[in-house]
């Protein structure tokens, strides 16, 4: 049996903006959340000294990153939620990367992308300096963070996606705003 595809929600940004922080926020309210695939590859890519990195190998990494999406959201997809699902970027956000970063978005990932399906409403945290900070595997400038933000509103309306930019508050203002527009 197939989920309701209208439960399956996408809050993208830029990195840094607060989605981690957002999503642990709707996890504590018993919300089923997904996190991001591009910070696991990137750890596990570190850790066994692989090349698939955005520093390193771009195209490695967003190949690793869209396959990852597409197996996360295919998982999902067969299970049955009652309630919202929330997911750390959606596969729009790797093909939004690619356009970044100047790499040919192959057909066969637009085609594969349209088949997953998300809810049309998708959350967008705006980049916000007061929260920006680097780690390990968050390399970018704000400024390049910015620009991904762009990038992936871009991409999110070029698709047919109605963005709702969340506003810049509290963690829990930003879960009461999110909450207040899905179906639960």
């Not at 991001?36 to 690793?64: D, H, T, V």
């Not at 900070?133 to 620009?147: F, G, H, V």
């Not at 990038?151 to 810049?168: D, H, L, R, S």
Request: charged residues 30%.
């Amino acid at each position: 049996m197939k989920r309701d595809i209208s439960k399956l929600y996408i809050i993208t940004g830029g990195p840094g903006a607060g989605k981690t922080t957002l999503l642990d926020e709707l996890n504590k309210y018993g919300l089923t959340t997904v996190p991001e695939e591009g910070r696991r590859i990137i750890k596990e890519q570190m850790e066994s000294g692989e090349e698939g990195l955005p520093w390193l190998n771009k195209e490695l990494f967003a190949k690793l990153m869209f396959e990852e999406s597409v197996k996360t959201y295919q998982k999902l997809n067969q299970s049955i939620h009652l309630k919202p699902v929330f997911f750390d970027r959606g596969i729009w956000d790797t093909l939004g990367y690619m356009r970044l970063e100047n790499i040919p978005v192959p057909e066969v990932m637009i085609t594969k992308a349209r088949e997953m399906v998300y809810n049309n409403n998708v959350f967008i945290l705006p980049p916000w300096k007061g929260i920006y900070e680097n780690d390990p595997e968050r390399k970018q400038s704000i400024e390049k963070a910015t620009l991904t933000f762009e990038c992936m509103k871009e991409m999110y309306q070029e698709y047919g996606f109605n963005i709702i930019e969340v506003p810049k508050v509290t963690v829990e203002k930003r879960a009461a705003f999110i909450l207040d527009r899905v179906l639960i």
